[in-house]
Structures are given as C-alpha cells and as structure tokens.
C-alpha cells in the first residue's frame, strides 16, 4: 500500500493539470528571492540593526563595542571613538573608517567594521526631491533572521494578472505621500491603468520617481483595498510594472499576485510611502499582513 501510495501522488504530480503554469514558477522563484533578501543575504533586511539617513551639512558615526554585533548604531555628529564616520557636504559623501576613507561604489557592496558587522548604503531620497546618504549597519547574527519562517502570499491566481490600458497624465504631478519616518517623499503621478477585475472597472494611479519621459524605466501603484487592515497590512501594499520599454506604454501587464508590503512592515529602519489610492475589492493575492495570523 505504500508503494502504491507514493505511486499515485508521483502520477498526480507527473499530470498536466497538476504542473506549474510558467508565471506561476516564475512568481515561486520570485518568493524564494525575497525570502532570503529578508533573512539570509549578506544584506538581508532583517539583518538590519540601526540605519542613518544623512541631509546636507550633516554627520554621523557608528559606535559599537566590539564582539557584540547587535551593540553597534549610529549617533549624530563625529565621535572620536567612532568606528566608521559618513557626512554629506555639497551633495558629496565622505566616508572614513580608521582614517581609510572609501568611495560610494564600496558602501553599495558592503564595508567590514568587525566580526559579524558591516555597513552599505547608498543616496536615496529623504525628502521631497532631496537627496541624502541612507546607510544601514548589518548583525549578521540577527535573531530576527534567523527566526525568520517566510513571508506569507496568497496562493497563486491567475485572474490577478490583468492588461490594463494605460494612459499617460498631461503633466507629471509630484504628490507628497506621508512615510513610517513621520517624513514625505515626493513621486509623480504619470499616469493611470484601467483594467476590469472582478466584474468592475478598476482605475488605478500610477507613479514613477522621475517626471521626465525618458527617464522613467518602472511604475508604481500604492494601493488598499477591502482587506487592508484585516488580512494585509495595514498601511497598504505596493505593485510594481517594468519592462513596457518606452514611456508612456499603451498597455501594462499588472500581476497583483506579486503585490508586496513595505519593507518598513517588518522593519523601523526603512522611509517607506503610506498608500493613498483605493482599489475597491477584496484583493486575495500578493502578501498578507505579516503582524496577523491566518
């Protein structure tokens, strides 16, 4: 009975019906990408122990005591007894660590500081078109990482991959979006997607972090819906579109399964836009709220 048993299920998952359509490999492969960009990464989010976020004109320095990874953070100004000192003047980083100074190209791929302790960052927006220097301190023995189980998607449906027409707004418009960090930060508004879903038309803004056509390369929607708050998270979920080529596309392929919560809904350390456009459906796809149970 058990060889035959084992026989059966190996029929089952030999059979056309019970095969893996090709997006929906394509979207398994893509959880197990962010499922160790959370945990096990060198840089994996939840490995993240403190984060500096650095304007024009100013400093800060990462203090730490050596053989305690989860002991190092940042603080305002120069420190002498700091380990790794970043500043911003006239737009330009300096970077120094024990009088060796390094360039931005390194901070991208990652500095050691100690045993089990690095840093990477790099210029980001950290204000409504202000650019700062955002750096983050690594433990890479985070017990938050190596708690992590996963993240939580809805199964996979194909009716939540939609073609939605696209049309281009007159004039990119900034929009100032709240953030976790009590800031703003500014994306325009290029245009909106309209698709049918559910039996209802669905007219979804769209927004890029540059205005100028030639320029924008990806979209992306910032969205609630009927569930938000219950079983995904509470501040919205984020779904990005690249690869249309030229902008402004006639069409977009938008495949809502891949719907995604901010970093900041596991971790402090991140300046993530609260959602402010309404889709009003019951969404089940993407990923639920991390904070509820299921």
Not at 87 to 100: E, K, V, Y
Request: charged share 20%; proline share 5%.
């Amino acid at each position: 009975m058990r060889f035959g048993s084992v026989f059966a299920l190996a029929l089952l998952a030999a059979s056309p019906a019970m095969a893996l359509t090709q997006d929906e490999a394509a979207w398994q492969q893509s959880l197990k990408d962010d499922n160790a960009a959370y945990s096990t990464k060198a840089h994996a989010i939840l490995k993240i122990a403190d984060a500096a976020y650095i304007g024009d004109g100013e400093a800060q320095s990462l203090v730490g005591k050596p053989g305690n990874p989860a002991s190092y953070h940042w603080v305002k100004g120069v420190e002498k007894k700091a380990v790794f000192v970043a500043s911003l003047i006239h737009g330009r980083p300096t970077l120094t660590r024990g009088g060796a100074a390094f360039d931005l190209d390194a901070l991208g791929k990652g500095i050691p500081i100690a045993k089990d302790v690095d840093v990477a960052g790099a210029m980001t927006q950290i204000a409504p078109e202000k650019t700062g220097l955002r750096i983050f301190v690594y433990n890479q023995q985070s017990k938050e990482a190596k708690a992590f189980k996963g993240l939580d998607y809805f199964p996979y449906d194909p009716a939540y991959k939609v073609t939605a027409s696209f049309k281009a707004a007159k004039s990119a418009e900034g929009h100032l979006f709240k953030t976790s960090r009590g800031t703003d930060k500014i994306f325009y508004h290029v245009g909106d997607a309209t698709f049918a879903l559910q039996g209802k038309k669905i007219v979804l803004p769209f927004y890029a972090d540059a205005k100028e056509p030639a320029k924008i390369e990806s979209l992306a929607s910032f969205f609630t819906d009927d569930l938000t708050g219950k079983v995904t998270y509470g501040a919205g979920r984020y779904v990005d579109v690249d690869g249309f080529g030229k902008f402004p596309p006639k069409t977009l392929t938008i495949d809502f399964n891949y719907a995604y919560n901010p970093n900041c809904a596991r971790s402090t350390f991140y300046n993530c836009p609260y959602a402010v456009d309404a889709i009003q459906l019951a969404m089940r796809a993407g990923e639920k709220d991390p904070h509820t149970k299921h």
